[in-house]
């Protein structure tokens, strides 16, 4: 399923605190980049795969490229719900989409990221990109690609 309009999005629920924030009170954004980390993690582990389960197996999914568009400022104490859809994999990447939604509705932001599959080959320096899923992951992404069996947050 590629259309994020059919897919029910992976969800987790945030709020801005002092130390997501510049000294005016709006979010950093390096903060963006640690929340989407945190949402795809969550809804890895919710798709029946732990994140360190992965690691433990010598396997890793490392950023190969993301863009972040901001559209309104994030501020200190707002709640704010991240809105995630696996999208299907091109080639040996693995798209996500994330929208940051305020409470109002508004999204403050939106980003696309995209994954990619390796092993670590004998130490943490070496590693080799991989074409094929494992069984586990491949499994995981499916549920993932659907999105969650109900709409309900991770967590805030």
């Known amino acids: 399923m590629t259309d994020q309009q059919e897919q029910r999005p992976w969800r987790l629920l945030r709020r801005v605190l002092p130390q997501h924030t510049d000294h005016a009170g709006v ?10 980390e945190e949402a795809r993690v969550e809804a890895l582990s919710a798709a ?13 999914l490392p950023v190969v490229n993301l863009s972040i ?5 994030l ?18 990447k693995l ?3 994330t929208a940051f939604v305020k409470a109002d509705g508004s999204v403050a932001a939106e980003a696309n990221v995209e ?8 130490s943490p320096d070496r590693r080799k990109v991989l074409r094929q899923l494992p069984q586990t992951l491949s499994a995981a992404i499916k549920r993932l690609e659907r999105g ?4 309900s947050a991770l967590s805030l």
């Open 27 to 36: 979010m950093w954004h390096g903060a963006y980049l640690s929340w989407m």
């Open 48 to 60: 029946g795969l732990a994140y360190a389960d992965l690691s433990a197996s010598g396997l890793e």
């Open 69 to 73: 568009q901001y559209r309104q400022a």
């Open 75 to 92: 501020l200190h104490g707002e709640t704010v719900a991240l809105y995630s859809w696996v999208l299907s994999r091109r080639g040996v």
């Open 95 to 97: 798209p996500w989409r």
């Open 115 to 122: 994954l990619v599959l390796v092993e670590l080959i004998s």
């Open 148 to 151: 969650p069996e109900q709409d």
